[in-house]
């Protein structure tokens, strides 16, 4: 599956003595680039609150997509913030999708808008990772952006964020049905309304068939050679091929190989997944 990673989130409030990691509240969270991740935070710990921050991940340089944040009061009013009472120390703009070549990405909230707070709620997307290694952002940077230079860049971005979800959707997918050709089950002789046939001549039991035939004929063979050269051995005795020993040995060796099988693509559908 699409490679997730874990990272953590923190709130910082002003209590009135600035930004301190003692008046901070973390959350861990599962981080697959695209997806929305929606955190809550429970303030009311807090005795008294004159300033927000939020830290969307304290892990690697990022590009971030603010979607919502909102703030409940003591009184139980919610206020959703506007992005003008938003800042961030970014280092390329495309609201709501911001760049950090650094490993410190903040959200601020104006702070006559975070008096008396009981709780606070953010939706954001995790775009990007690793963009400090990124020379090209480093140009972006340097260089001054048009508000229609921009607008191309955040659609081409969007398209292409959605066109890599897609992908990856695909890729998953493929990789279960992947596991499921190679997957076999022996439970299907009693529950297949189409009997064992199925089961033998199935896909990727041709070789568990051939192979318990191997066994069994080596079995019989060996069985059959024996007695030809045991003595003393009555000259009228007839050696005989047995089907039924023949049938019982192969029926064995089918049960165990497929098992065995069986129990390998478990295994190996549980790492995919």
Request: charged share 30%; proline share 3%; glycine share 6%.
């Amino acid at each position: 599956m699409e490679d997730s990673r874990r990272l953590t989130a923190e709130v910082f409030i002003d209590t009135g003595k600035d930004f301190r990691p003692e008046d901070s509240l973390q959350a861990e969270y599962t981080c697959i680039l695209g997806e929305t991740v929606t955190l809550e935070f429970d303030l009311s710990v807090f005795e008294h609150t004159c300033g927000f921050r939020f830290d969307p991940l304290l892990e690697d340089s990022s590009m971030v997509k603010l979607l919502a944040l909102t703030l409940t009061y003591e009184d139980e009013e919610r206020k959703t913030i506007e992005w003008d009472r938003i800042k961030t120390n970014s280092d390329v703009d495309f609201e709501p999708v911001f760049v950090y070549l650094h490993k410190d990405p903040k959200f601020f909230v104006d702070e006559a808008l975070c008096l008396k707070l009981a709780k606070a709620e953010v939706s954001f997307q995790v775009l990007e990772l690793g963009l400090g290694e990124k020379d090209y952002w480093q140009e972006i940077k340097k260089h001054s952006v048009s508000e229609k230079e921009k607008a191309q860049i955040l659609g081409k971005l969007e398209l292409a964020m959605k066109q890599n979800q897609a992908l990856e959707q695909e890729n998953r997918r493929l990789k279960i049905e992947e596991a499921d050709i190679y997957a076999t089950g022996i439970w299907k002789l009693q529950h297949d309304a189409r009997g064992p046939m199925k089961v033998i001549f199935g896909k990727g039991n041709i070789l568990t068939f051939l192979a318990a035939v191997y066994l069994a004929l080596c079995s019989e063979l060996f069985i059959f050679n024996n007695a030809y050269y045991s003595t003393p051995r009555p000259n009228d005795q007839a050696l005989v091929f047995s089907f039924l020993r023949f049938g019982m040995v192969w029926l064995g060796a089918f049960v165990l190989i497929a098992v065995i099988n069986g129990m390998i693509q478990k295994g190996y559908r549980r790492e995919l997944t």
